[in-house]
């Protein structure tokens, strides 16, 4: 059965950085594209980045560009996002997701919080 | 232009018939899927490839396509399929994965 798993999120202040995780379990993780989607509380889904399997390409949404990294580590089976230059409107649920051009298997999410 | 656009939110009476539709121009080059996501839940895959079901999605979800419009049909609404609904597709000349607004569905 897959399973992902997100942690890393919490409380930051404005400008500062935080770093997620996500472990996928049950598949073969470097086989997979992978992605990272965010809900603002009570809005809607937005893509925010995506990762192939060797890790050799890498896509972001505008609004993160230049601020957050996405990277993995196969044999560990994980996914990270590095935020970096945090903003009071990248607060939201972060969810990592399987992908083969649709997102197959969400994560459970992490919340991540921007606020002085 | 890349956007998608659903209505904000349609009801439907339990047992009946509802369409929730998106629409884009990019529908006519790239195929559609739909998420089912539940308060305090994550979402989940309910439709691909525009009118393909995963494994363990009843069968009275359904998709069809027709020009820039792409719909989400629940034939037979249960009181369970309440809940938001969003299209999506991967422009893969781009990268990007775009998400409609969403359609909250109320079953009455």
């Known amino acids: 059965e897959v399973h992902l798993l997100e942690s890393g999120g919490g409380l930051v202040q404005p400008g500062g950085s935080l770093r997620l995780s996500c472990t996928g379990a049950?598949?073969?993780?470097?086989?997979?594209?992978m992605s990272w989607v965010r809900q603002a509380p009570g809005k809607g889904l937005e893509w925010v980045s995506s990762i192939t399997g060797s890790g050799d390409k890498k896509y972001y949404a505008d609004s993160v560009m230049g601020r957050f990294t996405i990277s993995r580590d196969n044999p560990k089976n994980t996914m990270y996002l590095q935020m970096n230059s945090l903003r009071v409107e990248d607060t939201a649920v972060y969810y990592c997701?399987?992908?083969?051009?649709?997102?197959?298997?969400w994560g459970q999410g992490s919340l991540v919080t921007v606020s002085s | 232009s890349s956007e998608l656009t659903q209505d904000p939110a349609v009801s439907v009476a339990l047992g009946q018939t509802v369409r929730i539709t998106c629409q884009g121009d990019s529908l006519r080059k790239y195929f559609a899927n739909w998420y089912q996501q539940k308060p305090g839940q994550a979402p989940i895959l309910v439709i691909f490839n525009r009118n393909d079901r995963p494994s363990g999605i009843p069968d009275r979800f359904s998709g069809s396509t027709s020009g820039t419009t792409t719909s989400l049909i629940i034939t037979g609404a249960q009181a369970t399929d309440e809940a938001d609904y969003y299209c999506s597709f991967r422009d893969t000349s781009a990268g990007h994965v775009v998400f409609g607004g969403g359609t909250k569905v109320t079953v009455l």
């Open positions: 049950g598949f073969t993780f470097s086989s997979n594209s």
């Open positions: 997701a399987r992908e083969i051009n649709f997102f197959d298997y």
